[in-house]
């Protein structure tokens, strides 16, 4: 029987890396997340003549936990919004680390000095801390992406106190590793209490425009989390998948935060888009005003166009009538690409994803880095719902905020044409001086509203 | 802990570089149904969880353990679903070339 078990947590194994190495490539991704699912089907359904499970309350809690858990996560997964999507990843992973820590707290009230080992207590105890900071903290940062918890927390002393609380939490779990199985369930109770508290603490400053950096974190530390508990229990499928996950959630971490141009420990440790911070340069020019008709007619006339989204488009749910307007341009002979920045959307690929719910092909979609120099070619840049990423003080004022975030080069295109809501700064609450640059128009109004005049605009063409 | 310790760190060790070597080669443009996917792939937590649960012994490891087996089981159907539906999506422009291919 251990040897089925055995077999088919190593095929699990197998699948998953399979599974994330097809999800490399729009081709073969959709079959890559159907392997790694057949993995973990098979994993799981072993698992219910694992020689170590027994009891006929435990199966039913089994079963019971696993339908309930299940249930829910699968209702909220078909339901939620392509928008919504950054937070409710931060829900799932935050399950994944209470889980974790779960695990931890079941192995440690079990502890008695002739069952384990220092080692084995030393890895429960930091897979604990890890599963419950990756826990809470990633319920603070689904409360605040959902918009339940609006402000940024800062307190005097914060960070001193945050370090306080982090050191207690280590020499508790460090009394916990080296007490030989002799765990009082006070001391285990206390750090738990102070492991969460931790992470609650830890992601409350910080703020909505770093989150997915801090959920890509969180999702790494979940994944160590779980191949430490993999040792714990012996179970190289959970080692595996846990570190693979670890690594992979590590480095995916870094290059977001290199996208931002943000190095995760400013993210992590100051507070960013308080005040303004450095001098503001003035602004020269004005701005310019275009109706929709007048921008759709410069359009259709035009052969190359560059489109630039913005998290404010998908907010207005304008990405339906975008891509009928590209459609139609398309058809009269223009060439429409779009340009994606890194961080356009909540987290980097956001944006693809809410432009494929559209229907937009990728292959018309472009990355900062492949499409910057054809700004320089296109007669006219459609900015929509995008703001920080298209700021040129980016470039050119040092005291920015956002100084030396790379940005698309839209304002090098002949026309510019920025679609906004209406006056004011964008997330960061910097000017954006491209509004005042000579080349550009401002078309104001609700994305979606904007968008089909403008495909009513070239509908009347013909 | 059977797995000696050296064996588990040799393990660690390589099942870390196939992550980094893994994502290193990722578009942008898949970043998020990665991290989804990702997210899915630590679900394999729920197993872990089952083994706990399977052997709690008191009502309140029983408890905890129901609580863990609950959450897992969310991380990995949830990371599922999410992920299949953002995949789902992906298409090229030369679309109904093959209907119910992959490309």
């Known amino acids: ?462 | 802990m059977t797995i000696e310790g050296f064996i588990a760190l040799y393990i660690f060790m390589l099942a870390a570089f196939t992550g980094y070597e893994i994502i290193s080669k990722v578009p942008v443009i898949l970043h998020t149904p990665l991290m989804s996917g990702s997210n899915f792939v630590h679900g394999i937590v729920l197993v872990g969880t089952m083994v706990a649960l399977g052997q709690a012994t008191t009502p309140l490891e029983q408890a905890i353990g129901f609580v863990a087996v609950i959450l897992a089981a969310g991380n990995a159907v949830g990371g599922y679903v999410v992920t299949e539906r953002m995949l789902e999506m992906f298409k090229t422009s030369k679309k109904d070339d093959k209907k119910g291919d992959n490309a």
Request: proline share 4%; aromatic share 8%.
């Open chain 1, 1 to 462: 029987m251990s040897l089925i078990i055995n077999l088919a947590y190593f095929a699990a194994a197998v699948l998953f890396i399979v599974g994330l190495k097809q999800m490399s490539s729009p081709t073969t991704a959709r079959p890559g997340i159907m392997w790694a699912g057949v993995g973990m089907v098979l994993a799981t359904v072993v698992t219910f003549v694992h020689p170590e499970v027994s009891g006929r309350v435990n199966y039913t809690l089994i079963v019971l936990g696993i339908v309930i858990g299940g249930g829910l996560a699968w209702w909220s997964g078909k339901k939620v919004a392509m928008t919504d999507m950054p937070q409710m990843i931060a829900l799932y992973n935050g399950m994944g680390g209470g889980a974790a820590a779960g695990i931890g707290a079941i192995y440690l009230l079990q502890a008695s000095p002739e069952s384990v080992t220092n080692t084995g207590l030393a890895i429960a105890t930091t897979g604990s801390l890890i599963g419950s900071v990756a826990f809470s903290g990633s319920l603070v940062a689904y409360a605040k992406l959902q918009g339940l918890m609006k402000k940024t927390f800062h307190f005097p002393g914060q960070q001193v106190a945050n370090i306080a609380i982090f050191a207690i939490t280590v020499i508790l779990g460090f009394m916990l590793a080296t007490g030989g199985g002799e765990i009082g369930s006070a001391t285990l109770l206390l750090f738990f209490i102070l492991s969460l508290a931790f992470g609650i603490l830890m992601t409350l400053p910080i703020g909505g425009a770093d989150m997915p950096v801090v959920i890509s974190l969180y999702n790494a530390l979940t994944g160590l989390a779980v191949g430490l508990k993999g040792i714990v229990l012996d179970n190289p499928a959970l080692m595996i998948a846990g570190i693979v996950v670890g690594a992979a959630g590590t480095l995916l971490t870094q290059l977001m935060a290199k996208a931002m141009n943000r190095p995760i420990s400013n993210i992590l440790f100051s507070q960013f888009g308080g005040g303004g911070g450095g001098a503001e340069e003035a602004i020269e020019g004005t701005m310019k005003e275009v109706q929709a008709n007048d921008a759709g007619i410069m359009m259709a006339f035009a052969e190359k166009v560059i489109i630039v989204p913005g998290y404010g488009m998908a907010v207005a749910q304008a990405q339906h009538k975008v891509w009928e307007f590209t459609q139609l341009l398309q058809k009269r002979g223009v060439d429409v690409k779009f340009a994606i920045h890194p961080v356009a959307g909540r987290m980097p690929g956001h944006m693809n994803v809410l432009l494929a719910e559209a229907g937009v092909p990728y292959d018309i979609i472009f990355d900062l880095d492949e499409i910057n120099e054809e700004f320089k070619t296109a007669d006219v840049a459609m900015v929509i719902g995008a703001n920080d990423v298209v700021n040129p003080v980016a470039r050119t004022n040092p005291d920015s905020p956002i100084y030396g975030m790379p940005i698309l080069n839209a304002d090098q295109a002949h026309n510019v044409i920025c679609v906004k809501r209406g006056k004011g700064s964008g997330f960061s609450g910097i000017e954006n001086h491209l509004f005042y640059a000579d080349n550009n128009q401002m078309l104001y109004g609700d994305g979606q509203k904007v968008a089909a005049e403008l495909v009513a605009s070239v509908k009347a063409l013909g």
